[in-house]
């Protein structure tokens, strides 16, 4: 996430089989039979190969290669994964930002799964939150999730499919990111971010954070954000086209996962607006 000072479809098979038009002439049994018997046959044969698609491996969007899934959140069902996630910024119950600089708190209750996505969601309400410099005060409670000391990964293709806040311009400071354990020296890599309103992408190094912003607008609907990490270089592709690249400063430490919805000011996130919520549909980690 630009600025941190941290601390620490499948393809849907759609089979139909048609009897095309009726001939007028009566077949003889045996002939209805066989004719019945081979239609079931393709019946079960299409059944077989959709199941079969419907549950393959997926893969990135747009991005070709011979890829291994190693880290996949689906949020299905109702019940949030905490053998996959934690809520909050390195601590339990009510923790502070991850930047000084941010005006909300984190709080478990403002993360939830339904209907098949992650909810990440901001409103306005006054809160006190344990920081590094200890107990403070914001006007503001939002939800993070972090895969720190459950997930990390070194290299490979992270990828998110999400709705991002706002209605032209993206609100708020929504964020897909990646961090090593000592940043800036870890690295970070952010996949996707909202900065004054467009989505932006970037790689934290100690030397400084080289990325870019597109121009394209990608509030108010679903849109796929990748980035392919390899030694020295990390790409980015947005909805499956690349977007930009980064080759210099690339960390090769370990990285863990990191989805929040955060607000600063206008000037630095995107517009402020509240309540919002950032949604996220899947989570997914390939490596080659």
């Not at 809520?87 to 098949?116: F, K, L, M």
Request: glycine share 14%; charged share 20%; with cysteine.
């Amino acid at each position: 996430m630009a600025g941190a000072d941290l601390a620490g479809a499948g393809a849907d098979v759609r089979a139909e089989v048609a009897d095309g038009e009726r001939s007028c002439v009566r077949l003889s049994a045996r002939t209805r039979i066989a004719r019945s018997a081979a239609l079931g046959a393709v019946g079960v044969l299409l059944l077989v190969v959709s199941v079969t698609r419907g549950h393959a491996t997926p893969e990135p969007v747009g991005v070709r290669g011979t890829w291994h899934l190693i880290f996949d959140d689906e949020f299905a069902g109702s019940r949030f994964d905490t053998g996959k996630w934690s809520t909050g910024w390195y601590g339990s119950g009510i923790t502070g930002p991850v930047n000084p600089s941010e005006a909300q708190c984190y709080d478990p209750a403002q993360v939830g799964v339904r209907h098949g996505q992650l909810d990440l969601r901001l409103v306005a309400r006054t809160v006190r939150c344990n920081a590094s410099s200890g107990q403070i005060t914001r006007p503001y409670v939002s939800g993070i999730v972090t895969t720190s000391g459950k997930f990390a990964f070194t290299h490979g293709y992270l990828e998110a499919r999400v709705w991002m806040p706002g209605t032209r311009s993206i609100a708020d400071w929504p964020a897909v990111w990646a961090v090593g354990d000592n940043w800036p020296s870890g690295g970070e890599l952010d996949v996707v971010e909202g900065l004054g309103g467009q989505a932006c992408w970037h790689f934290h190094d100690p030397s400084g954070a080289p990325g870019g912003c597109s121009r394209r607008m990608f509030a108010g609907g679903w849109h796929t954000f990748g980035a392919e990490w390899r030694d020295g270089v990390v790409t980015w592709y947005y909805d499956g086209t690349r977007v930009g690249a980064v080759g210099n400063g690339i960390t090769s430490d370990p990285m863990y996962l990191v989805l929040g919805l955060d607000v600063r000011d206008a000037s630095y996130g995107g517009p402020i607006q509240v309540p919002e919520t950032f949604r996220i549909d899947y989570v997914r980690v390939w490596q080659h």
